[in-house]
């Protein structure tokens, strides 16, 4: 429900809602070591054998906007395409109306299809190297890139009405800058 007293609820999308969504990931295994066509021996089976490069991909459409306050909706296009869309200027801030008497029931939903946050571009990689120690058992070494390209994924804009109004104003961005982890692990 939009207000206390309304007799239907309003319909509306997700906050959840990603229409589109791609993940692609893929390993290759390097073709040295033993039972490979390069370097087959067995010493270079050790230093040589056993590399394999994994990644994955993915984009998601942005999740929609919340708005949270009620202003007045006066009509017309709120979202803007991508060459117009930044963040001194997320959505178009002039077709609402600040002016609003103060016993008014709200009118404005909570989300817009056409208006979102920022689309989820990311890279995450991993380098490994297994090495056997018996038939049974083996180590494997490992180093992750996540969000290996340094892709920002921008704030939500601000939705309640003032002087930030349509603006992304939060200095940092929503996921985790380029991270390098690495690990070791005992397999048998």
């Given amino acids: 429900y939009l207000n ?3 007799a239907e609820p309003t319909k509306m999308i997700s906050d959840q809602d990603a229409p589109h969504r791609l993940a692609i990931s893929g ?11 390069l370097f087959s021996g067995n010493i270079a089976d050790r230093f040589l054998g056993g590399w394999q490069i994994q990644g994955v991909y993915q984009f998601q459409v942005g999740f929609p ?3 949270t306050a009620d202003a007045f909706y006066l009509g017309g296009d709120i979202s803007l395409d991508g060459s ?6 997320w959505f178009n801030t002039s077709v609402f109306s600040t002016l609003a008497p103060s016993n008014h029931l709200r009118t404005l ?6 208006v979102r946050r920022d689309n989820i571009n990311n890279v995450d990689l991993s380098l490994l190297k297994n090495t056997r120690i018996t038939e049974g058992t083996r ?6 890139f996540i969000n290996a390209l340094n892709e920002p994924y921008a704030a939500a804009p601000v939705t309640a009405l ?10 940092n961005q929503d996921n985790y800058a380029r991270r390098i982890q690495y690990g070791i692990k005992f397999l048998f």
Avoid at 109 to 114: G, K, T
Avoid at 139 to 144: A, N
């Fill in 162 to 171: 003032g002087a930030n109004f349509g603006r992304i104003t939060a200095s």
């Fill in 65 to 67: 906007v919340r708005f």
């Fill in 109 to 114: 939903p909570f989300y817009f299809a056409d």
């Fill in 27 to 37: 390993i290759y295994e390097l073709p040295f070591g033993k039972n490979k066509p």
């Fill in 139 to 144: 180590i494997q070494f490992k180093l992750d």
């Fill in 84 to 89: 117009e869309r930044r963040s001194e200027r």
């Fill in 4 to 6: 206390a007293g309304d």
